[in-house]
């Protein structure tokens, strides 16, 4: 059996790969395994609890209420948010402990639990693995007034609303309409009243969950109905938030798509601007699109890169001492206000932007000029192999040799599937293709089971 965690928490098919049992468990393994690295001081601990809307979501939050309570923490049940929304309330309240049932933009019959520690940081991969070893194990009970006990504050969620608008300032969003699709997730509330509050003029779609239409043709995931409301609207611009408020992908006012790198670009000349980019370095990924490197680059900024999860964003943030980093995928980490990707802090920024600067979003976005890039999966292939077959390592440097500075090549076992990636970036989509291919064809011959 593979790694019960994932790179965002423990995730998979409710009620099946993921049940009551399994979130009861996990839920005492990680207070057993806090109280004994001392997260909780010798005290009596309390987490706070929150999930997206999935129907699942229900049964499972009671199973992690009462692991929790069962071993000796107090329990403070956030109800419906987004998954930044407990990170910030884990440290806001003083939790020990946060916990977040969402399967981000997963479909809806799967779900997922994150662990947050003190001050609202993920757990790192020591912790997680020390969580996992404990499952089975055998342990003491509380009983009487040692266990946990069991409250409901849903008002939480208006601080977190609040602790997001005052992070911009005094600026305000008059004048900018805003399509918001909240993808029937955890920020069907919080995100609009967010940009209102700011003064912007909001227009919601997908904005009605009821437990089964969370992400469904909607959200980050599928663009087409923002893109068509914005353009039906003559909006300014267009938020794509997904299941659990985490990303962040805009839609300018003529409908073209602005990906994660493209914000994280806008977002990094305005810190710099203001003299709040630390070491003038952003942090990316490896999947991060070259030309978002060359851009920085051409700037004067540093691109710091890391593996693929946004925790690897965060951890690489913390030890250079970083504000601002994320993905592609529209998982921006603003680490003066967050200690994880907050889709609506990243959409109100990127609208603060919009307002102080007096640009279009088509404008501020044009900073960059995205190379053509490719993915092909290469399933059935033993990805163990991926980085050490002798034929595979020459075709990708004859590869790469012929792209020179103007594109690359990156090879990425999956981290869930019997599969490798491969990704080619080039000067035109063609050439990408045909490099991408030629790599793939190259995967299923060396790595072949």
């Given at each position: 059996?593979?790694?019960?965690?994932?790179?965002?928490?423990?995730?998979?098919?409710?009620?099946?790969?993921?049940?009551?049992?399994?979130?009861?468990?996990?839920?005492?393994?990680?207070?057993?395994?806090?109280?004994?690295?001392?997260?909780?001081?010798?005290?009596?601990?309390?987490?706070?609890?929150?999930?997206?809307?999935?129907?699942?979501?229900?049964?499972?939050?009671?199973?992690?209420?009462?692991?929790?309570?069962?071993?000796?923490?107090?329990?403070?049940?956030?109800g419906v948010l987004p998954t930044p929304g407990v990170a910030y309330?884990?440290?806001?309240?003083?939790?020990?402990?946060?916990?977040?049932?969402?399967?981000?933009?997963?479909?809806?019959?799967?779900?997922?639990?994150?662990?947050?520690?003190?001050?609202?940081?993920?757990?790192?991969?020591?912790?997680?693995?020390?969580?996992?070893?404990?499952?089975?194990?055998?342990?003491?009970?509380?009983?009487?007034?040692?266990?946990?006990?069991?409250?409901?504050?849903?008002?939480?969620?208006?601080?977190?609303?609040?602790?997001?608008?005052?992070?911009?300032?005094?600026?305000?969003?008059?004048?900018?309409?805003?399509?918001?699709?909240?993808?029937?997730?955890?920020?069907?509330?919080?995100?609009?009243?967010?940009?209102?509050?700011?003064?912007?003029?909001?227009?919601?779609?997908?904005?009605?969950?009821?437990?089964?239409?969370?992400?469904?043709?909607?959200?980050?995931?599928?663009?087409?109905?923002?893109?068509?409301?914005?353009?039906?609207?003559?909006?300014?611009?267009?938020?794509?938030?997904?299941?659990?408020?985490?990303?962040?992908?805009?839609?300018?006012?003529?409908?073209?798509?602005?990906?994660?790198?493209?914000?994280?670009?806008?977002?990094?000349?305005?810190?710099?601007?203001?003299?709040?980019?630390?070491?003038?370095?952003?942090?990316?990924?490896?999947?991060?699109?070259?030309?978002?490197?060359?851009?920085?680059?051409?700037?004067?900024?540093?691109?710091?890169?890391?593996?693929?999860?946004?925790?690897?964003?965060?951890?690489?943030?913390?030890?250079?001492?970083?504000?601002?980093?994320?993905?592609?995928?529209?998982?921006?980490?603003?680490?003066?206000?967050?200690?994880?990707?907050?889709?609506?802090?990243?959409?109100?920024?990127?609208?603060?932007?919009?307002?102080?600067?007096?640009?279009?979003?088509?404008?501020?976005?044009?900073?960059?000029?995205?190379?053509?890039?490719?993915?092909?999966?290469?399933?059935?292939?033993?990805?163990?192999?991926?980085?050490?077959?002798?034929?595979?390592?020459?075709?990708?440097?004859?590869?790469?040799?012929?792209?020179?500075?103007?594109?690359?090549?990156?090879?990425?076992?999956?981290?869930?599937?019997?599969?490798?990636?491969?990704?080619?970036?080039?000067?035109?989509?063609?050439?990408?293709?045909?490099?991408?291919?030629?790599?793939?064809?190259?995967?299923?011959?060396?790595?072949?089971?």
């Open positions: 059996m593979g790694r019960l965690f994932g790179t965002d928490g423990v995730r998979g098919r409710a009620n099946e790969a993921l049940t009551a049992e399994l979130a009861l468990q996990l839920s005492v393994a990680a207070a057993h395994v806090l109280a004994e690295t001392g997260e909780f001081a010798g005290r009596k601990p309390c987490a706070v609890v929150g999930r997206d809307p999935r129907a699942s979501g229900e049964f499972l939050e009671a199973a992690v209420v009462a692991g929790l309570a069962s071993a000796g923490v107090d329990v403070v049940r956030l309330l884990t440290g806001a309240t003083g939790a020990d402990l946060g916990v977040m049932l969402s399967a981000s933009h997963n479909p809806m019959p799967d779900n997922g639990i994150k662990f947050f520690a003190r001050g609202g940081s993920k757990l790192d991969d020591t912790l997680e693995d020390a969580i996992e070893d404990r499952l089975d194990d055998a342990w003491s009970r509380p009983t009487g007034a040692a266990v946990g006990r069991v409250s409901d504050d849903l008002s939480l969620v208006e601080s977190y609303v609040a602790h997001v608008v005052n992070s911009v300032g005094p600026v305000s969003l008059d004048g900018i309409t805003v399509v918001v699709d909240c993808a029937n997730g955890a920020a069907s509330m919080a995100g609009p009243a967010a940009f209102e509050a700011q003064g912007a003029t909001v227009v919601r779609i997908h904005a009605e969950p009821d437990g089964t239409n969370i992400n469904e043709n909607c959200g980050s995931t599928h663009m087409d109905s923002l893109r068509e409301e914005v353009l039906a609207r003559h909006a300014d611009i267009g938020i794509a938030l997904d299941g659990d408020a985490d990303r962040c992908l805009a839609v300018d006012a003529a409908g073209r798509i602005v990906d994660g790198d493209q914000i994280l670009a806008v977002l990094a000349l305005a810190l710099r601007e203001s003299g709040r980019l630390k070491h003038d370095t952003v942090v990316a990924t490896v999947m991060s699109n070259l030309g978002f490197v060359h851009a920085m680059q051409a700037q004067g900024l540093t691109v710091e890169q890391t593996r693929v999860g946004d925790r690897y964003v965060l951890e690489s943030m913390r030890k250079g001492g970083f504000y601002l980093g994320g993905e592609q995928s529209g998982h921006v980490v603003m680490m003066e206000h967050a200690t994880t990707g907050d889709g609506v802090l990243t959409g109100l920024h990127l609208m603060s932007r919009m307002a102080t600067s007096g640009r279009t979003l088509a404008q501020l976005a044009s900073v960059m000029t995205r190379l053509p890039q490719v993915l092909v999966n290469v399933p059935g292939v033993d990805k163990s192999r991926a980085d050490s077959d002798p034929v595979l390592s020459a075709a990708v440097a004859e590869e790469s040799a012929l792209l020179g500075h103007s594109g690359r090549v990156l090879l990425r076992p999956s981290g869930t599937e019997s599969l490798v990636r491969v990704m080619v970036e080039a000067e035109t989509f063609d050439q990408a293709n045909d490099v991408a291919h030629r790599l793939a064809d190259v995967v299923k011959t060396s790595l072949s089971l």
